[in-house]
């Protein structure tokens, strides 16, 4: 198959575990003959910096161009921000537009955590039980985080407003792909909301619940958000399945879902449009501990799988890169972000040489 991958690499840890994630991308693409060109190109804060934009127009006709796009993660430290201009900054200059311009309305988040590998979350063995497995969907190009964004003074005192708005389409797009993907499992679909507060929620509510007239054979419960916080801690496999969240909250609990299996170096992503899909970790750029060759790249090796199997319909070279990645751990290595004192047996791995196991793994496998 010959395709073209558009690489944004982006700020803090995004050049080095995109670099593992590129190893990796290459070992597929010689193992099962296919030819993708991979075009690289500036995103983020450090293209604000080189090309005084962080989504520059060659970069937009990069990615106009490509079959798919590998994004990393982007964006300073809190304390760094103030070099960049409000508009400028990487997720209003950057992520949001990137995400408007391909429609990605539908963003796939999977929460694993195989029984093998309970050790990795703080929750007790038996929380966890026989494992983690739900598949979070959140509505990524609608609600608060695209409405309206006002900063004033009214006469008597300063404000600030943001809106959220969804419209019914809006909803019933995302719906439907939550309930398709909880079909393809044989799998339970959880609606999140706050509809005992938001109109915005009661219209989702509403709106979700329509849709699923249509799927009488997928099992459905709806959640208020507040207490799927609580209850994904004490009970996280209650949720196995599919989880439908809009935008904010699904922003919120799918960091919170990376810390129940133990690392947001563990949530990898795929965000689906209608025509193009773009594939990035769930997590930030984290410039604690970036150009240390330390952070996991799990995250981005596993959004490349995702680049596979949603993007280019390659569900067998996702399949092989996912068993690559698992046998790493099942051979008794982590990396340092999954260190806890109960770990001291294991050996742990630089983000480079996690990359070079997965590439070993993968390729012991040519017939
Ligand atoms: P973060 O997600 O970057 O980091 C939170 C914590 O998780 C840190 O301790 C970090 O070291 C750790 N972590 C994250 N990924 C890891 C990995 N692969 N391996 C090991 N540890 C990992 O959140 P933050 O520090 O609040 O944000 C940093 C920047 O990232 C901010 O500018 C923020 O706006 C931006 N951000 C970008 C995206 C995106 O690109 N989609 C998403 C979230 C945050």
Redesign the pocket.
Known sequence: MKKTIAILE?D??GPE?MREAVKVLKAVMDKYGHTFDLIYAPF?ASAYFSDGSPFPEKTKRICDEAHAIA?G??????EE?DQIPQEHR??LGA?LPLRKRYDTFANFRPVRLPVGLKSFSPLKDEVIGEGIDILMIRELVGGIYFGDKVEGAATEMKFARDDCIYKAGDVRRVAIVAFEEARKRGAKLTNIHKANVLATSRFWREIVEAVAVDYPDIPYQSVLVDNAAFQLVVNPTRFNGVMLLENMQGDILT?QAGGIIG???LMPSACMGPEKGYV??????????AGKN???????IGSIAMLFEECLALPEEAADIWNGIFEVFEDGFI???LLVPWHREKKVLTTSEFGDRVVQNILATIA
Request: no cysteine; aromatic share 2%.
């Open positions: 982006g803090g840890i575990i983020g994004k993660p982007v964006g300073l430290a809190v921000m990487p997720e992520i960091d690392s947001l170096g990035e970790p769930a997590h930030g750029s984290a410039p604690d501990i330390v952070a996991n790249p799990y995250s981005m990396t340092s972000d």
